[in-house]
């Protein structure tokens, strides 16, 4: 099932021509520290700032919760992705993904630039763990084509990540222009490194593994051992990942984030 959700109006696009762009993708853990019931949204939303992001994908991001917001102090008024959005990201898309008796979560897109349309596709499989695809079309300066951004978040089963990454590819096939600029960045959970050759056959390439030669190592966070997150370009004029310091992303979530600066 697709969700088709509201965003604010466009703003209006400067002539000023911008061809670089500076993503990062963090899974936010729902704004709590990795194995603790320490509440730091306020500390990842400075760590996030820090960075200058253009365009920020976050997973597990809360959009409601009656009881933390009654018994968590400093649990912001405003859903946690608008709450990170703050002054920074005029522009905000946010898809749900998992629904309870007490909110919901899922992922979210931060822009500097207008979200002119959005949609969320519900890649769940058996009614088991709740996962989005979360698209979104972006208005970039000096650039005609909209920039195609993809917020992922897929399942920690491999039988379930396959159909997800087909489901990814059926998307990018169906609703991304052949050449349109598209970043698609996230959680994949992909430990075994099946999703780049998956995903290679709808012409998307991972920054890190082409830079790098491997995917780098964001979980957990203050051991990274495992290569799961990811940031994938198609029809980028260059891209290079950046480095970010190990504190204070270590004490922020259980995944480290990546960073990357992507010439259209």
Same mark, same amino acid.
């Given at each position: 099932?697709?969700?088709?959700?509201?965003?604010?109006?466009?703003?209006?696009?400067?002539?000023?021509?911008?061809?670089?762009?500076?993503?990062?993708?963090? =899974?936010?853990?729902?704004?709590?520290?990795?194995?603790?019931?320490?509440?730091?949204?306020?500390?990842?939303?400075?760590?996030?700032?820090?960075?200058?992001?253009?365009?920020?994908?976050?997973?597990?991001?809360?959009?409601? !919760?009656?009881?933390?917001?009654?018994?968590?102090?400093?649990?912001?008024?405003?859903?946690?992705?608008?709450?990170?959005?703050?002054?920074?990201?005029?522009?905000?898309?946010?898809?749900?993904?998992?629904?309870?008796?007490?909110?919901?979560?899922? =992922?979210?897109?931060?822009?500097?630039?207008?979200?002119?349309?959005?949609?969320?596709?519900?890649?769940?499989?058996?009614? !088991?763990?709740?996962?989005?695809?979360?698209?979104?079309?972006?208005?970039?300066?000096?650039?005609?084509?909209?920039? !195609?951004?993809?917020?992922?978040?897929?399942?920690?089963?491999?039988?379930?990540?396959?159909?997800?990454?087909?489901?990814?590819?059926?998307?990018?096939? =169906?609703?991304?222009?052949?050449?349109?600029?598209?970043?698609?960045?996230?959680?994949?959970?992909?430990?075994?490194?099946?999703?780049?050759?998956?995903?290679?056959?709808?012409?998307?390439?991972?920054?890190?593994?082409?830079?790098?030669?491997?995917?780098?190592?964001?979980?957990?966070?203050?051991?990274?051992?495992?290569?799961?997150?990811?940031?994938?370009?198609?029809?980028?004029?260059?891209?290079?990942?950046?480095?970010?310091?190990?504190?204070?992303?270590?004490?922020?979530?259980?995944?480290?984030?990546?960073?990357?600066?992507?010439?259209?």
């Amino acid at each position: 099932m697709t969700e088709i959700l509201l965003t604010s109006p466009p703003r209006a696009v400067s002539a000023a021509k911008h061809t670089q762009l500076t993503v990062l993708t963090v =899974n936010t853990h729902k704004g709590f520290a990795f194995m603790s019931s320490r509440f730091v949204l306020h500390e990842l939303r400075e760590a996030v700032r820090a960075v200058g992001a253009d365009v920020v994908f976050l997973q597990e991001v809360q959009g409601e !919760h009656s009881g933390h917001s009654a018994s968590v102090s400093a649990w912001p008024d405003a859903p946690h992705y608008e709450f990170m959005a703050d002054a920074l990201w005029p522009e905000f898309a946010y898809g749900r993904n998992a629904v309870y008796p007490s909110g919901h979560h899922g =992922n979210a897109v931060l822009s500097k630039y207008p979200i002119v349309a959005h949609r969320n596709r519900d890649v769940s499989i058996d009614g !088991h763990e709740a996962r989005g695809l979360l698209h979104c079309e972006l208005l970039v300066p000096g650039h005609q084509a909209r920039v !195609h951004a993809i917020c992922v978040h897929l399942g920690l089963k491999e039988a379930h990540r396959t159909r997800q990454l087909a489901l990814l590819c059926e998307t990018v096939h =169906n609703e991304v222009p052949a050449d349109a600029p598209m970043l698609v960045a996230g959680d994949f959970n992909d430990w075994r490194d099946r999703a780049h050759r998956v995903l290679a056959g709808c012409g998307l390439r991972e920054v890190f593994v082409e830079s790098q030669g491997r995917a780098a190592k964001t979980f957990p966070a203050r051991f990274p051992m495992l290569r799961l997150d990811r940031i994938y370009v198609r029809n980028t004029r260059s891209q290079l990942p950046l480095s970010l310091p190990r504190r204070p992303w270590s004490q922020l979530s259980d995944h480290a984030p990546l960073a990357a600066e992507i010439v259209l």
